[in-house]
């Protein structure tokens, strides 16, 4: 009977097996539309063998488990290459944006409404003493002073909703990660008790595609099946636990959001994905009103001299007589200046960095007191001088550098100096120890402190690591003193309308060059405006004035001078005379005047805005260029894995036209055994009666 009776075994597990399998095939079919599905397979081996004396009885076959059908290394690609693409995808959708609100090309822009400005200043110069001609100019002074405050409203408010964007999609990590880990407790208790959890890993599996197209994350499986998740080093989630994110500001005062861990505030570095496109698309600065870090020009300069005082005092006498026509250069474009100075000898630094003070003027302008500033630093009119040795030993300038860049903090912050370049000149004939200079122009380069080297042609070799890691300039001794002066000019015009930031950031760089412009245009406009007189016969007054004085003119914040309601006020005239045109040929051609960026490409302010707009489309195109082909790389693999993982309706027809027969040849020996026993049960011993 053993033996009989395994046979019944057989068909049984038959019957067991494939009605798991028509099971499985059914439950596949029915989720052929479901999102993230993985086709499930049996996994099937025979039965352990019954040991008769002299041979093995089979007893059928069992289902060992119901697999998945996935692979994991493709996975592992879909996931890596959807962070680059939502990388790409949102600068690209921000430079779309932008695009959008920048209205170019040329008929349609900003490049349209400055071309209509400088014309009607033209136009004034063909008749001075037209009164529609200056009401004109006050009319086309106004629509560009509109147009570009509507630019900068336009570009902080794309600002603010990509931050928004930020808080949704921190919102949407935590989702992730506590259902993550709510799937983590489900699937191993499940497991554990031997059956199978394929769906709710399909749950999550679709979760963890979705966190990484959003963050670059870690993603690691443990061998209990549980899901560990971890950005930037901090556990979202280690098994059944998921920490949550917070946004907070990212600087003090600051209206922009980090992210950062919600128990203990630490910020959490971002790399990649969507969230990181958003930071960058933002900005990843302090979100503080009139930050240069978001824009805003600087409108100030703390200029400092560094003085080696192993040289004579002869050469920077010649230099002195030429501070005054600096300073008055540039507060007569509306830059205040704070002057300062430092001594250094061969010893190391011999006086600390002192700054002169700068009172405002009538314009608001901060304006330093030369003569009392020469007088500290002990220069006369007689031109003594300080009376330096001369020894020709070399200089250690280090701490001094240092001292004027941490005095120039204090200075700044103590007088709430805001918006200030820093630029320090370097003077010094003799030779310059070039101890710790090469990582001290590297921190300068960070810090953006400007730096001018005047010194003899042959200590150039020497500073040139210095020169090269802070980005600044050497000037040869041996120039005339007119050409010294014009280079130090130069390094100062550079450090104002030349200070552009370059990085990944997308609109606060935008900003920062539309700042620089607009601050350049109207100050330019308004030294020009002041130098004249109009036609009652005063003197001339700023075309622009800020909207908020605290702030820099920059876009949101300019507008015309109140004082030109009165179209007598507007300038044309140099000297007054009837007639004279001089101002206004001037404004016209200031668009044609080569004045930003920084000295090694200087352009006019058609060509500046023109590189500006090229800087956008070509930012524009990389990003989709890289979107293309990212979303190329995530399709290929997307499209590989899922050649695994779909459903096949052909191939599951074909399993159950499998499964079925399979089936019904199992119950027909199972009917055959019953008829057998049936007749062994009634029949047996019924011979003879």
């Known amino acids: ?190 497991e554990t008790a031997d059956d199978s959890a394929n769906d709710l890993r399909d749950q999550r599996n679709v979760l963890l595609d979705r966190i990484s197209k959003l963050v670059d994350c870690g993603i690691n499986e443990t061998q209990d099946g549980q899901i560990d998740i971890t950005i930037g080093g901090y556990f979202l989630v280690n098994r059944g636990v998921n920490e949550r994110l917070k946004t907070v500001d990212n600087k003090a005062g600051s209206m922009f959001s980090a992210v950062a861990l919600e128990k203990t505030g630490t910020i959490v570095p971002i790399k990649n994905g969507v969230l990181k496109g958003l930071m960058e698309s933002r900005g990843e600065v302090a979100g503080t009103t009139g930050s240069f870090e978001n824009g805003s020009p600087n409108d100030k300069v703390d200029l400092v ?36 100075y430092v001594t250094f000898d061969d010893t190391g630094m011999t006086s600390p960095t002192i700054f002169e003070n700068s009172t405002k003027n009538a314009s608001g302008i901060y304006v330093p007191d ?147 412009m607009v601050n350049a245009m109207t100050r330019e406009v308004n030294s020009l405006h002041r130098s004249g007189f109009n036609l009652n016969g005063d003197g001339g007054v700023d075309f622009f004035v800020p909207i908020n004085p605290y702030y820099p003119m920059q876009m949101g914040n300019i507008m015309v001078n109140p004082k030109l309601d009165d179209l007598k006020n507007i300038v044309s005239s140099v000297n007054g005379a009837v007639g004279d045109n001089t101002i206004a040929v001037g404004i016209s051609n200031l668009r044609n005047k080569a004045m930003m960026g920084n000295t090694a490409n200087i352009q006019d302010m058609d060509d500046f805005y023109r590189s500006i707009i090229g800087g956008i489309g070509n930012g524009g195109d990389e990003a989709q260029t890289a979107a293309e082909g990212q979303n190329t790389l995530v399709s290929s693999a997307d499209n590989a894995r899922q050649a695994i993982t779909n459903v096949s309706m052909d191939e599951e027809m074909t399993n159950m036209m499998k499964y079925q027969y399979a089936y019904n040849a199992a119950a027909r020996v199972l009917n055959v055994f019953d008829e057998m026993f049936e007749s062994i049960v009634n029949k047996l011993g019924t011979v003879g009666r």
Do not use: C
């Open 1 to 190: 009977m053993g033996v009989g009776f395994s046979s019944i075994e057989i068909a049984r597990s038959g019957l067991s097996l494939n009605d798991r399998g028509l099971f499985v095939t059914g439950h596949n079919i029915s989720n052929v539309n479901t999102p993230g599905y993985v086709r499930q397979q049996l996994s099937i081996s025979d039965s352990k063998y019954q040991n008769e004396v002299n041979y093995q009885i089979g007893l059928g076959a069992d289902v060992q488990r119901t697999r998945q059908i996935r692979h994991t290394f493709l996975d592992n690609v879909y996931r890596m290459e959807s962070e680059n693409l939502g990388y790409w995808e949102t600068r690209q959708k921000t430079f779309t944006d932008i695009q959008a609100v920048m209205g170019e090309p040329m008929n349609a822009g900003l490049q349209n409404v400055m071309n209509q400005y400088w014309d009607s200043w033209q136009e004034l110069s063909k008749d001075p003493e037209s009164l529609t001609t200056r009401a004109l100019v006050r009319q086309r002074g106004d629509s560009i002073a509109q147009y570009i405050n509507h630019l900068g409203s336009q570009l902080d408010k794309l600002q603010s909703d990509l931050n928004s964007e930020i808080n949704v999609r921190v919102n949407e990590i935590n989702d992730i990660t506590k259902n993550v880990a709510e799937l983590n407790v489900k699937i191993l208790s499940v």
């Open 370 to 516: 030369v003569d009392s500033f020469k007088a500290h630093i002990g220069n006369t009119a007689l031109g003594t001088g300080i009376g330096f040795t001369g020894t020709g030993t070399a200089g250690v300038a280090e701490v001094a550098l240092k001292d004027a860049q941490s005095a120039s903090d204090t200075a700044d912050a103590a007088t709430n100096w805001r918006n200030t370049s820093k630029q320090i000149i370097i003077y010094s004939n003799s030779a310059i120890d070039t101890t710790g200079l090469s990582a001290l122009g590297n921190q300068f380069n960070t810090d953006r402190v400007k730096t001018t080297i005047i010194s003899d042609a042959s200590n150039k070799t020497a500073l040139k690591g210095f020169i090269d890691n802070s980005g600044g300039s050497f000037v040869d001794n041996s120039l005339s003193a007119s050409d010294i002066a014009d280079n130090v000019s130069e390094s100062i015009r550079s450090s104002i309308y030349g200070d552009m930031i370059q990085s990944n950031n997308i609109i606060s760089d935008l900003k920062n060059k539309m700042n620089l």
């Open 305 to 340: 001299f560094a003085f080696n005082t192993n040289d004579t005092a002869q050469r920077r006498d010649e230099l002195y007589d030429k501070i005054d026509s600096i300073v008055k250069d540039y507060n007569n474009r509306g830059i205040g200046v704070r002057l300062g």
